[in-house]
Structure formats: C-alpha cells, structure tokens
C-alpha cells in the first residue's frame, strides 16, 4: 500500500530543508490507534505501520526522519532517542504542524524520557507535562505481594528445554541456573504473587 500524499510531502520537504536525500516511504496499517515506524539507514527506507490517530501518524513519520536527520550513533549503545535526538524531533514537531502540548504527550507516551529532554530543551509546557506525570506515578498504588510456596530449596528438575525447580515450578534460566548449580548449599527461594491493587 503506497503512503498517503501528505506522508510522502512531508518526507520530502523536511529532507529538502536538511538537504538530505529522503528515505523511501513504506507505509502499511494497524488495527490500533497508535503508530509504529522504524528508520533503516542502510536500507534507505521508513517503515511505518500507521494506526488511526492522524496526528500519532504525523508525529511518528517525523519521529522516524528525526532519527533520519540524526546523526548516526558514534559509539554503539550510544543513547538512541538521548538529547541530540529529542533536539532535532522537537524541532521537527513544531515546525510540522504538532502543537507543543500534542508533541509532549504523544512522544512522552512511547517514550516516558522524552519529558526530560524536552525540559531541558526549553519545549513550552515540558516542566508541566514532567510535573503532571511524576504525580501520576506517585499515585499509583504500590503492588501487594503475596506468598504463593513458601521458601523452599530449589530443586532442578528439567521441563522440556527448560531447567524448573520442580517445588514451584519457576524456570530456572541462564545466571541462575549456573548460580543454582554452583552453590555448595541448596539456593532457596519463594514464590510470590502480585495481588491487584
Ligand atoms: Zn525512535
Ligand atoms: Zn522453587
């Protein structure tokens, strides 16, 4: 399915203004409201799969020739959506059409970080939106946990592929099961459960 002409507009006049050879558009659909899109530099392509919220589409399109205008990562591990990015895709939002506070809470929605760097770019209404959701994740309740097998010594048993303490059942996997192995006495453990809040 070919991208729509605003898509493939907007891919090539924020390319032109970089001065930048623009990427190829693939675009495909999802059954959700929200975005996707990747950036494949070497593939010279963007992939979006678009949901149904037109502005989420705009601001991913964007997002992804943010990181196509960003200059790739020198060291690897290198922050991916760190400072320089956020300074290029808020620029980008705003002078594309996203209002500062559709820009905060869209990206901020993907990428909770996002807050920070836009405070510390100066975006209009970042203190704000950072303010608003730290009170939010203050409010959430804090998880009750609950005992499901009372400590116990692991025992290994295999499962198919997996290695499992045949006591609770939990799979035993990679550092732990080295760990389990090494010790001279048993590793104990206990099973607990979150209860809702
Ligand atoms: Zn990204
Ligand atoms: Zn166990």
Known sequence: MSAPAWADALVASVCAEAGLAPPRLSWRRRAAERSTG??????????VRAGSDRLDQRLTVLHELAHWLA????????AHHGRA?????????RR?????????????????SALRHAVA??????????????????????RRWRVLVPEHAVRLA???RWHVCSICGQRIVAGNLARVRRARRPVRHV????LPA
Request: aromatic residues 6%; proline residues 8%.
């Open 121 to 142: 770019l100066g975006v209009p209404g970042a203190g704000a939106a950072l303010a608003d959701r730290l009170a939010v994740v203050r409010a959430r309740p804090r």
């Open 38 to 47: 990747v950036a494949r530099r070497s593939a010279g392509m963007i992939a």
């Open 85 to 93: 990015f956020y300074r290029i895709a808020f620029e980008l939002y």
């Open 96 to 112: 594309h059409g996203l209002a500062d506070d559709d820009a905060l809470r869209l990206e901020s929605t993907r990428y909770p």
């Open 71 to 78: 200059p790739p990562p020198r060291r690897r591990g290198a």
């Open 191 to 194: 099973l607990m459960t979150a």
């Open 158 to 160: 295999r499962d198919g």
